[in-house]
């Protein structure tokens, strides 16, 4: 029996191959849709702080996000994502855009449903270290409290800068979480030699 085994390994690489680099992404996207993105981009940052923890990151983490260029949840999260992955060259962050009963969009489900963002987090190997994905705790506080049931955001109108921040640091903690999963590895340490 492999000690090590990723039965959707092959699986992963071949998604990954297939997705895009953020600009390219949006390059084919339609330009109402980039429009929303880029005034997005525009409103965060990454604090001092998140590019400290980004630059401590020293494996190889590819990281494929099921996207959907016209949804509000993504206008948010696909710059943030964008943002953590900037300063950190062994990540290297695609997107997919999710076209539904795909392969991909089925195995990314959450609670059965067709959802985005999801993004994918895998090693060197391209084995699945982790998920993270649809709506972060801050954005499903904020739905809880307003009670507005499974209306999805449009993109049209930017959220509160403190709850942007707030999804902001989720996805940085999200993030570290897998670095370290990776850094922590048995396999890849001894690999590395560290």
Sequence with gaps: ????????????????????????????????????????ERRISLTEAAREV?????????????????????????????????????????????VDDSRLANELRINGALKVPVAVFL??????????????????????????GPACDTGLFAPPADELRAEFAEWVDVFWRMQMILRLSPLLRERHGD
Excluded: N
């Design 123 to 148: 090693s060197e190997d391209f084995f699945e270290v982790g998920r993270y994905g649809d709506r972060t705790l801050t954005v499903y506080r904020r739905i809880a409290r307003a009670q507005l």
């Design 1 to 40: 029996m492999d000690k090590y085994l990723d039965v959707r390994q092959d699986f992963w690489r071949e998604e990954f191959e297939k997705a895009l680099p953020y600009r390219a992404y949006l390059d084919a996207s339609p330009e109402v849709h980039r429009a929303k993105w880029a005034e997005m």
């Design 54 to 98: 980004a630059a401590t990151f020293v494996r190889r983490m590819p990281v494929l996000c099921l996207s959907g260029v016209w949804c509000g949840d993504c206008v948010r999260q696909g710059p943030i994502l964008r943002k953590i992955a900037e300063p950190a060259p062994c990540v290297e962050l695609r997107f997919a855009e999710r």
